[in-house]
Nanobody, 130 residues
Framework: QVQLVESGGGLVQAGGSLRLSCEAS????????????MGWFRQPPGKERDFVAA????????YYADSVKGRFTISRDNAKGTSYLQMNSLKPEDTAVYFC???????????????????WGRGTQVTVSS
């Protein structure tokens, strides 16, 4: 059973930055990490989970929600089996629980659909104060 573990969340003032990390809990997943599409989603208080960013496994193509484009950067270190989400110029509306997800499929047009992902982390809280 693959488990993903997020870290790096916390409380930050508006305009600040945070870097989230997502690591796999199993060596098997780490060895095959380069073949997974990795995504980040977030769920604000009282709202549904929304797509934030994703990166494909072969070309490393990145996708972003319009609300974070230009401020957030997704990256991956295949050797370490880790995905990152660098968040800059944070706004209070970025406050949410952030989830890491992995898909065994090559996702392009459907990269924003949460049901296309096979494995999820438990989330890390990001709070941005005004």
């Amino acid at each position: 059973q693959v488990q993903l573990v997020e870290s790096g969340g916390g409380l930050v003032q508006a305009g600040g930055s945070l870097r989230l990390s997502c690591e796999a809990s199993t060596r098997t997943f780490t060895r095959t990490f380069s073949t997974y599409t990795m995504g980040w989603f977030r769920q604000p208080p009282g709202k549904e989970r929304d797509f934030v960013a994703a990166t494909t496994w072969n070309t490393g193509t990145t996708y972003y929600a319009d609300s974070v484009k230009g401020r957030f950067t997704i990256s991956r270190d295949n050797a370490k089996g880790t995905s990152y989400l660098q968040m800059n110029s944070l706004k209070p509306e970025d406050t949410a629980v952030y989830f890491c997800a992995a898909s065994r499929q090559y996702l392009s047009g459907s990269v924003r659909l949460s049901d296309k992902y096979d494995y999820w982390g438990r989330g890390t809280q990001v709070t941005v104060s005004s």
